[in-house]
């Protein structure tokens, strides 16, 4: 579903609110070896919604071999299609570029015990 349509200024404004609720739905998806959503831990890498409210999401893992990887990308599905005005999600699991900590977000820093400041 990777979309290359071309969004107007008023397309975008009209789909703003949209974004806010599919990133509150995604910071309720948590990886269950790591006590922080996985929008603060940066697993998210591309996230887009089309004039047609389907979701495309590519996303990683902090691992290639995570054993919970199905149960995890049901779950971004599900919380995304639960997400009110969403018709479609499609996600595509990718591992270039790799995860790393640098993508963690200041408050998934300091979840983890971690200085918010250090890279």
């Keep these: 579903m990777e ?20 990133i509150l739905a995604l910071k309720q998806v948590y990886d269950p070896e790591i006590p922080v959503n996985i929008y603060d831990l940066g697993l998210i890498y591309e996230l887009n919604i089309n004039k047609a409210h389907e979701v495309y999401i590519k996303m990683t893992f902090t691992a290639p071999n995570c ?49 918010p400041e250090e890279i």
């Design 3 to 22: 979309s290359k349509e071309v969004l107007t200024p008023e397309d975008v404004k009209a789909l703003a609110p949209l974004y806010e609720d599919v």
């Design 67 to 115: 054993p919970m990887a199905d149960e995890v990308m049901n779950d971004v599905r599900t919380s995304v299609l639960d997400t009110p005005g969403i018709t479609g999600c499609n996600i595509d699991l990718v591992f270039e570029p790799a995860w790393d900590q640098s993508l963690l977000s200041d408050e998934a820093r300091v979840a983890l015990g971690m200085d």
